[in-house]
Structure formats: C-alpha cells, structure tokens
C-alpha cells in the first residue's frame, strides 16, 4: 500500500512529465498506418489501413501509398513540377501507367486524385521547385 502512494503521489507532482511519458508510450507502441487508394470503374476511396491489410501485405515495405486499380482501363499517376522560378526549363512529367486489375506501390504521396492539379502553386524560394503527383484516368 505504501508503494502505490508512493507511486501515486510521484506521478500527481509530475503531472506534465507524466502526461508526456504516456503520450510518446502511445505513439511508439501505435501500429504503423499508410494509405490506399481503391480505384473503380466509376469512383475511388482512401483508407488508412495496417501492415496485416491481406491486400498490401506482401508490398507494405515497396511504398507509403498503395494504388489498387480495381477499374477494367489504366489509370496514370504522373508528377506536376512546380517552381518559384518563373523561368522554368522544359519538364518532362513522370507517367506511370497502372493497369486495370492491378496494385501499384507508391513512394509518393498522391496529391490530386482524380481532379486536375493547378496550374501554379506557392513554392518558397529556398525550395527553388516542388514535385506533386496526380492519379488520373
């Protein structure tokens, strides 16, 4: 009985520290989540899903994104290059064909899904260019 008052009072006197303590305990022993992108004929819908995912579990290590393709056509995933300099060389956009019925792991977050990406975006300019990607069809 002395040692859980003992206990007890240690962690009211630490209350921050302790709040800490359980917040990092959390988040370390939280399972590790990443996306997909279930792409249909007519539709798509992103998930958050776990390593033990039947769909992904022998890809989990080859991306952070996985594309799953279950349309009958190919869909496209292509990079956007954008820059802070309005000068900007010729670019030549990464295309990467996913073809129906198939998974595609992903390195790269998808940041336009299905809609046109814009044609200029905010780069600061220590960053001199930025690269998006956009999943059409």
């Known amino acids: ?3 859980i008052s003992s206990i007890l009072s240690f962690l009211l ?17 939280k399972p590790e989540t990443k996306t997909i992108i279930n792409v249909t004929n007519y539709s798509y819908e992103k998930q958050e899903v776990k390593k ?8 989990w290590d080859q991306g952070n994104v996985f594309i799953i393709n279950n349309s009958n056509s190919t869909i496209f995933l292509e990079s956007v290059e954008y820059s802070s300099n309005s000068y900007q060389n ?12 198939s998974t595609y792991p992903s390195k790269n977050n998808v940041n336009y899904i299905f809609s046109e ?9 220590s960053a001199g260019k930025t690269t998006r990607w956009h999943l059409r069809r």
């Open 117 to 125: 990406p814009p044609n200029s975006i905010s780069v600061s300019s």
């Open 90 to 101: 010729s670019y030549d956009p990464v295309t990467i064909k996913i073809r129906g019925n």
């Open 52 to 59: 033990d995912d039947p769909r992904i579990y022998n890809l």
């Open 13 to 29: 006197r630490n209350f921050y520290l302790t709040l800490v303590a359980v917040f990092a305990i959390y988040f370390w022993l």
């Open 1 to 3: 009985m002395n040692l």
